[in-house]
């Protein structure tokens, strides 16, 4: 009951006019950025930070949770129309929303996708009320100890879920930790890895960070793969779903749904696995047409993934802001708004700033319909977006990071530090290692250096501290786990190979010696 009611009260904070345009502008630019490849909600939410910094925090935060949402929906537009999926999430959805769009069903695919993420986003939001309080009281518990554990199973799990390989992740890890090192030490006073220039005493800020990795290093990585022919846009007509349609996608989303909360809430967790593993599934129940038709365009392959991808981007927001976890490359560029404002994620932040957080919350549930209206009538408009030249919308991109970062401080050292890691994110999507764990690292490296401390602070130095306290000797375990699981399949799978018989040798003919 006093979840009801504290979800009543934000909606009085997201109802409000202000708030309500920030809401609109939040899940139209989402969705816009959705439909263009490689441009992600992640990126859209780190341009914004600097222009949004004189803004009040509630009507920030409702903007970012917007854009996140907006995100997710409009990537499926341009995976269905142009086979090339917006966000990674949505990669699931191109493999038979495509194929619906060249067999002239585009309008029925566009249709399922919006609002199976209605309905999924909307269930996933109430579970959040239910949910997050619960997280939250739980993580009062929570000493020094635990949360240092925490940050490390965070480290490794995202690690090792958003890269091909764990090696990858790791060294992407590595990236993000050294840069959270540059600046004074907390406790010694130390200035570290600043190379004697004044300006990097304070620090890298969190804001030049994730421009500099995403926006920037995103635009100069496809300026060097850049192609001048416009895209093939398939045309779709008016979204629509018949009566079979529906028969044939209920299911699917609330299957999608339930998958894709709990995968949110996990570190590391992301929307990839609840997609692939919801494909599987509904492929897996297909009987009839539906069996016919996978691999041909089976509704059911955009309606269960879809669904599944927005129900986590939902549960992402349970583990932000009751323990101040990311668990998302968006997720931590929201974590660093939070600390933009002064604010930090977890227990604390719904006792001292109940107006904003259930604000926030209550604003999903709005977002979540001005989504739907948006997405059936506008998708024609939306496909068209796709025909904006890419020069034009890279540059600009990057003109409007290094105005923006410029703004912050007027130092021109800080666009020096800017165009140095848009290199860096460049030479990282160049060879292959994913960004996302680079800013987290950076973010959470810093905090889980003092909680670190403050453990063997406490305990004298003694390190057993941290297999004594119960819930981290459970999340340590948990991490040693995720770090050797691949080389566990890697030792077994090269057993079995080893054991299988080889190909028979060939029969040798018979040798005439006449």
Known sequence: MDSLNLLLEGF???????????????????????????????????????????????????????????????????SILLNTPGESSSMITALEGNKMARRGRAAQALATAAIGSFVAGTIATALLV????????????????????????????????????????????????????????????????????????????????AVGLFALGEALYVAARLRHNPPDIVPIGRAFLGRS????????????????????????????????????????????????????????????????????????????????????????????????????????????????????????????????????????????????????????IVFFAALGVYALEGSYIDLLVLFILGMIGYAMRRFGLPVAPAVIGMILGPMSEIQLRRALAMSVGDITVFVTSPISAVLIGLSLLALLTPLFRWYFGKRSRSRRPGPPAPAREPVDHK
């Open 12 to 78: 009085n904070t997201a109802l409000t006019p202000m708030n309500l345009l920030y809401a609109l502008v939040g899940v139209t630019l989402g969705t816009l950025v959705g439909v263009l490849p490689g441009i992600g909600p992640a990126m859209t939410v780190a341009l914004l930070l600097p222009i949004t910094f004189n803004a009040p925090p509630a009507s920030a935060f409702i903007m970012f949770a917007g854009i996140y949402y907006g995100g997710m929906y409009g990537g499926s537009t341009t």
């Open 130 to 209: 239910v949910a997050a309080p619960a997280v939250a009281e739980f993580a009062i518990t929570f000493g020094p100890a635990d949360y240092f554990a925490l940050s490390l199973l965070a480290f490794i799990a995202v690690s090792a879920v958003l890269s091909r390989s764990i090696v990858r992740g790791l060294a992407s890890l590595g990236i993000g930790l050294v840069i959270g090192l540059v600046g004074i030490d907390a406790q010694s006073g130390q200035a570290r890895l600043t190379l004697g220039v004044p300006q990097l005493l304070d620090g890298i800020s969190v804001v030049i960070v």
């Open 245 to 396: 349609d529906w028969s044939r996608s209920w299911r699917p989303w609330l299957r999608g749904t339930a998958l894709g909360f709990p995968f949110g809430t996990l570190p590391g967790g992301g929307a990839e696995i609840p997609t692939f593993l919801s494909y599987a599934i509904e492929k897996r129940l297909a009987k009839g047409v539906a069996k016919e038709e996978y691999g041909k365009g089976a509704i059911e392959g955009v309606a269960g993934p879809e669904a599944a991808n927005n129900s986590a981007a939902a549960g992402v927001f349970v583990p932000l802001l009751t323990l101040g976890l990311p668990t998302s490359a968006t997720a931590a560029i929201m974590l660093a708004a939070f600390q933009q404002y002064g604010l930090q994620p977890g227990p604390q932040l719904f006792n001292h700033n109940p107006a904003l957080v259930w604000g926030m919350i209550a604003s999903l549930l709005i977002g979540n319909l001005m989504l739907l209206v948006l997405n059936l009538p506008l998708a024609p408009i939306w496909a068209r977006v796709l025909r904006v030249p890419r020069p034009y919308l890279y540059s600009g």
